[in-house]
């Protein structure tokens, strides 16, 4: 099975401040997505990462909030900036690890006080 | 953009039983149909896929039908386990290399 990893699992985080999310895919892919799930929710996509060029972003998600870096065909961040409680959410990666479905991470729980 | 819906949003079976989940989606281009598997605590997990070329899939218990003119698709799980209990997402997108999206979710519960 796929194997994608993120880092931090979890993070307690104060209301201004920013976190980075990391994710590390065992092979090389093109695209990666990222991924937001807020409590009892379902996943709503934030943005996808292609490798070279800027993130596209969904509607209701912005660059500056959600800046996201993709540095080579296996590596992700995610950043979440000047946080609020509503911004507690799990955010998850996925890829498609060149297998034609697309796996995701554990999943990064996110708690904002 | 593309929109999916998932019916029910709970559903408890009996141990042995049989459940079904039912999606509906509403981007004709849409070609892709992922089913995941949420545990508490874990990403979600593919357990199952369908593409527009084929209208059955089957793995063991688990089952995916689609109507592409209906634009929907449904999971058929049988012989129900305990372990079967989790929350399924039905998702939709252009291919499976592109960006899928999520129906609300079903919460299944599998009684003993």
């Known amino acids: 099975s796929a194997v994608i990893s993120q880092k931090p699992s979890r993070d307690i985080c104060q209301r201004g401040t920013s976190l980075t999310i990391q994710c590390q895919v065992d092979s090389q892919v093109t695209m990666m997505f990222w991924y937001r799930q807020q409590p009892g929710q379902s996943l709503t996509l934030i943005a996808t990462a292609n490798q070279g060029s800027e993130a596209t972003y969904e509607s209701g998600f912005v660059i500056d909030k959600f800046p996201i870096s993709r540095p080579n065909l296996t590596f992700s961040t995610l950043t979440v900036s000047n946080m609020s409680p509503e911004d507690s959410s799990i955010y998850l990666c996925?890829?498609?690890?060149?297998?034609?479905?697309?796996?995701f991470g554990p999943g990064t729980r996110l708690l904002v006080l | 953009g593309e929109n999916v819906e998932q019916h029910p949003s709970t559903l408890s079976v009996q141990e042995g039983d049989s459940a079904v989940i039912k999606c509906t989606y509403s981007d004709s281009a849409s070609n892709y149909f992922p089913w995941y598997k949420q545990e508490l605590g874990k990403g979600p997990q593919l357990i199952i896929d369908i593409r527009s070329n084929v209208g059955e899939k089957k793995d063991q218990r688990i089952a995916v039908t689609l109507n592409k003119t209906a634009k929907h698709f449904s999971l058929h799980i049988t012989e129900t386990q305990p372990e079967d209990s989790a929350v399924y997402f039905c998702a939709a997108g252009g291919t499976s290399y592109d960006k899928v999206i999520f129906g609300p979710g079903t919460s299944l519960s599998v009684i003993p």
């Open positions: 996925s890829g498609d690890r060149g297998q034609e479905t697309q796996y």
